[in-house]
């Protein structure tokens, strides 16, 4: 098709914009990853409940699905953009603890009772982690030292620090209205606080991510970095920020935990980061940056979960979980690169193109 | 008269290349310069200093015969200084909309648009008519653009640039992979923006495009302009003579 219209030709003739989106939209419904992964959760429920049809959906715990998934549902909302400005960050796990220790220094200090010792709480470890992912996102885009290695420095780090201040041992020291009231409370008869903090990030982050300009720019930066800096987008401070949104999730994340298990969790964090990255690239986030959706990572969050509660219903050693999740996780990479390619060449070929061109 | 854009004794060095050396160059307002110059002369490097991507080792720059300083590409384009690079800048990832307001997103009105949601109506309508405008059409503008064909992705690079440049308007090679109708729409594109006023500079390795477009050649050879010719007054075997350097004598 001619992009340009001949020059005795009419405009708007061939403006035929409008025509052209209403039809595409839905034929590029089924090939769009977020689809494929939502039927592939859909098949996999489908055949459990048909194996176990009585005992599938009634032992299915809803309630401490949510529970155990909320924590990293948060988590993942941090991870997708990071992932989609095409970095990683391996250090959620380390940077929770760490703000979860330090909270509860703070909490201890203060008293450990109250309200006010709670909210304090809470804001410390916001604080703490989301400085921790400053410095990582300062490290990544002005330092340029690869988020892999930065980020592996920090889990190391952050990890380090947190066993030097409590030599080791979990802290116990939350209060009692964040262990009673937040930990184990329910918002409405059996509907975790946990698990509507999680649903509140979410969709927070959703709104984020996919309708302001925040979100636009993270895509962007991700899509083609030289291309941002040369519109004047500030590249650094993007970085900076979504590092520090990372931070911040895992700063609530720290608090979640807390609350949930009543003390510190310092040797219990060693595969959060794995477990989140791996939900947020099942769930269609390219790895190679500028696409990704947190509906998409939510989805690629709950299927290791349906398919550990699949597994104990119909007998299987649960640990074939993990072998499932690692064989998601290497076909959703291959599928993404196998778009990638076919997708007209897409970024790849541009990006190809401008190397060859520099000369 | 005082010139839209002047460079004097630019000066950029990559480790031991020595990518310019010394280079003026200078553009009018409402006229089409060709830069020409053989593969390595130092061409898109002088474009880049330009434009603000790349900050010179020595030299001036002069803005209607005032020194400007660009730390960073928004610097040259809050003087209306736009660039279609050679290697595009298009985010293959967003859409034709997105790419066209790109770096200059436009909010929402009132409290939502401080808390950073966009008009999306609004951008629609503007790059429809830029794109209008420049008589270009897209095959889509929810399309991201990497799905695009090379010249459909050149087509959008060269309508943002001309939507929004208001002073001097670069062109690094812009026809390199069009087609010979969408090569005419650009030749036909430039005068147009031209005709308003905008000072031109056009990069290409086509001389025959070079001659019917311009107004006046400047030739680079290793990081120097060697010579700048009023483009009725020169000929193609002038031209290939100066960039290969057949005519250095001549031309001092
Ligand atoms: N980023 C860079 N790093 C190192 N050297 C560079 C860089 N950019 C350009 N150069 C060198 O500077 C010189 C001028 O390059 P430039 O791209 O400006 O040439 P050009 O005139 O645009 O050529 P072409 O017609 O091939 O596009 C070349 O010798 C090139 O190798
Ligand atoms: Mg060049």
Redesign the interface.
């Known amino acids: 098709m001619s992009m340009f219209t001949n020059t005795n030709g009419d405009p708007k003739s061939d403006f035929g914009i409008l025509a052209e989106e209403k039809e595409s939209f839905l034929k590029r419904i089924p090939k769009t990853q977020t689809f494929q992964i939502v039927s592939v959760l859909f098949v996999i429920t489908a055949i459990f409940s048909a194996i176990a049809p009585s005992t599938f959906f009634t032992l299915f715990n809803l309630r401490n699905i949510i529970i155990n998934i909320s924590v990293f549902a948060v988590l993942g909302v941090g991870m997708t953009f990071v992932i989609i400005t095409a970095g990683i960050d391996l250090s959620v796990g380390s940077v929770l603890v760490f703000s979860s220790v330090i909270a509860c220094k703070a909490i201890v200090a203060a008293g450990a009772k109250g309200w006010g010792t709670t909210f304090m709480g809470i804001f410390v470890a916001v604080a703490v982690a989301t400085a921790w992912g400053a410095l990582n996102g300062w490290l990544v885009s002005i330092a340029k030292v690869p988020a892999f290695i930065v980020t592996l420095g920090s889990l190391s780090a952050a990890l380090g620090v947190s066993q030097i201040i409590t030599g080791g041992i979990d802290l116990r020291g939350a209060t009692p209205e964040l262990v009673n009231k937040i930990g184990f409370g329910n918002v409405y008869k059996q509907i975790p606080v946990l698990g509507v903090i999680a649903v509140v990030v979410v969709i927070l982050g959703g709104i984020l991510l996919h309708k302001t300009k925040f979100g636009l720019l993270t895509y962007a930066v991700g899509s083609n970095t030289e291309a941002c800096r040369r519109v004047g987008i500030n590249v650094n401070r993007q970085l900076i920020y979504v590092y520090s949104l990372m931070g911040f999730t895992a700063g609530i994340g720290g608090i979640m935990s807390l609350a949930m298990y009543q003390q510190t969790t310092i040797a219990g964090q060693s595969n959060t980061a794995l477990t989140v990255i791996a939900g947020v690239v099942i769930g269609g986030t390219s790895l190679f940056g500028g696409y990704g959706t947190i509906f998409g990572t939510m989805i690629g969050l709950f299927i290791p979960i349906v398919l550990q509660t699949g597994f104990i219903i119909i007998g299987v050693v649960p640990f074939w979980q993990n072998v499932v999740v690692g064989v998601f996780l290497v076909a959703a990479v291959y599928v993404d690169n196998a778009r990638r390619n076919a997708a007209d060449g897409g970024g790849k070929s541009l990006k190809k193109r401008s190397k060859k061109s520099t000369s | 008269m005082t010139y839209a854009l002047e460079a004097k004794g630019i000066v950029r060095r990559y480790g031991h290349v020595e990518a310019l050396r010394g280079c003026n160059f200078n553009v009018k307002p409402g006229e089409v310069t060709a830069l020409i110059g053989d593969?390595?002369a130092g061409k898109?490097t002088l474009v880049r200093i330009l434009?603000g991507?790349e900050q010179p080792d020595e030299g001036e720059i002069l803005i209607e015969g005032k020194a400007v300083h660009f730390n960073?590409?928004?610097?040259s384009?809050n003087f209306g200084i736009e660039?279609v690079?050679?290697?595009?800048?298009?985010?293959?990832?967003?859409n034709a909309v997105?790419n066209m307001y790109?770096?200059?997103?436009v909010?929402r009105k009132g409290i939502l648009g401080k808390?950073?949601?966009?008009d999306h109506e609004v951008m629609r309508q503007g790059s429809?008519d830029a794109?209008?405008d420049?008589?270009?059409?897209?095959?889509?503008?929810?399309?991201?653009t990497?799905?695009?064909?090379?010249?459909?992705?050149q087509?959008i690079a060269v309508a943002r640039s001309a939507a929004w440049a208001t002073k001097v308007l670069f062109f690094d090679e812009p026809t390199a992979a069009l087609?010979v109708?969408?090569k005419?729409?650009?030749l036909?594109l430039v005068r147009r923006v031209r005709d308003k006023g905008i000072g031109i500079v056009f990069i290409s390795h086509s001389m025959p495009e070079v001659l019917e477009i311009s107004d006046r050649v400047q030739v680079m050879r290793r990081g120097l302009t060697i010579a700048d010719y009023k483009t009725s007054e020169t000929n193609l075997e002038e031209l290939v003579g100066a960039m290969t350097g057949r005519l250095d004598e001549a031309s001092k």
């Open positions: 593969n390595g898109s434009s991507a960073s590409p928004s610097d384009r660039t690079f050679q290697d595009l800048a298009l985010c293959p990832h967003l997105q790109l770096g200059r997103e909010p808390l950073g949601f966009l429809e794109f209008r420049l008589g270009a059409t897209v095959r889509s503008l929810t399309a991201s990497g799905s695009m064909s090379g010249g459909q992705r087509s087609g109708v969408q005419k729409n650009v036909n």
